[in-house]
Structures are given as C-alpha cells and as structure tokens.
C-alpha cells in the first residue's frame, strides 16, 4: 500500500469520490471494448497494470501524471476484466454476476460508510492484511501447477474475501483517521479501486466453485 504525502493532512473528500465515480466509468467503457480485444493481449495487460500500479507509486507527487496513470489502470482493467466476467456469465449466469456485484457493492459501501462515521483506526490490520495478501498470491500461484480440491479453493476464495474487506476497513479507516491531500488522490483511487474489484471476484470465485460441485 502506498503511502500518503506527508504535507499537513486535509480531507477532500468531494474530489476524491469523483476520481473514483469518473474512474469507475472509464472502467466501464474499458470493459465494453473489452468484448473486442484478443486473449492473446490479457497477460501483456495485465503485466502493464502492475506496472502502471509501480509508476504510480514514483510520481504520486506529480498530480497531472498520477491522474493520467490513473485513468489509463482503471481503462485497462476494464478491458482484462471482460474476459474474466464473461467466464463467470457463461458458468453461473448473469443474473448471479449481477447479483455478485450488487451484494459486493453493497457491502464495500457499508463497510466504507461504517468506517467513516465510526471513525474508528483500523490501520492496526496493515501488517495483517498483507501477510494475508502474500499467502493468497502465494497460494494462486502454486494453483497454477498443482491443482487444488474444490474445498481447498472455496477456502482460498473465502480467505480471499476476507482479506479484502479488511483492506477496505484499511483504506478508509487510514483517510479518515490519518487524512489526506489532492496530490494522494490518484493513489488512493486505485487502492479503494483494487479493494472493490477483488472482493467481487473473489465473490465471484467462491459462488463460481460452489456451483461446480
């Protein structure tokens, strides 16, 4: 997790959430034109999203290229995530996507809304969180090369779950408690960004597993 400017710390929280709402929308047109990209791009892609996630991380001082790099993930994303929904449509429907995605949203909107109001410092998660986001990447990674049971993966998913929540209890707690500038927006986006896009795949994962068996 990226850490925030150390100028004096302020809330601008009206900026904030419409970097986050207009992001969510160059999202969506990415994964509209998602439907016409090969497969052959998805690891290229997916290999320049954990690279634009670096570079933003270098020049998150530098507002007009931390927004653009930015925008450019969260298009990206979009265009990687259609291959990913598509698989989940054509195994367990849309209806249960989108009833995955509503569940999801609710849920991170709840969690964001009770952090903010409790005020509550949930920033004693972060070593926690990310011992637990190394197992899951670990454990993805075998996966690949050693096939897992359908119990064992529906545990992963539900770790995975977990985990993401916590880091959504993380993030907001750590903007509401710490504060924040403008130049942090861009960084802070893609975070709160990251927290809501894999909880609903791991949703996903967990309901896709459980339908196979």
Request: no cysteine; proline share 2%; hydrophobic share 55%.
């Amino acid at each position: 997790m990226a850490e925030f400017s150390s100028q004096t710390m302020r809330r601008p929280y009206s900026k904030l959430f419409a970097a986050f709402f207009s992001g969510l929308l160059v999202t969506t047109a990415g994964l509209y034109l998602g439907q016409y990209v090969s497969p052959v791009y998805m690891m290229p892609l997916t290999i320049a999203e954990i690279g634009m996630i670096v570079m933003m991380m270098f020049v998150r001082k530098r507002q007009s290229v931390g927004y653009m790099l930015m925008y450019t993930f969260m298009f990206i994303s979009g265009l990687t995530l259609f291959s990913v929904i598509s698989y989940y449509v054509n195994l367990i429907g849309a209806t249960v996507v989108l009833e995955a995605f509503t569940v999801t949203t609710v849920s991170f909107g709840a969690i964001a809304v009770y952090t903010m109001v409790s005020k509550r410092d949930f920033t004693f998660l972060g070593g926690f969180l990310f011992l637990g986001l190394i197992a899951l990447l670990a454990v993805g990674l075998f996966s690949i090369f050693i096939p897992f049971s359908s119990m064992t993966m529906m545990v992963y998913s539900g770790m995975g779950i977990l985990i993401f929540i916590g880091y959504t209890l993380f993030d907001f707690s750590r903007l509401t408690v710490h504060g924040f500038t403008d130049q942090d927006i861009p960084m802070i986006v893609v975070s709160i960004y990251l927290d809501f896009i894999n909880l609903f795949l791991y949703i996903l994962q967990f309901i896709g597993i459980g339908s196979k068996n």
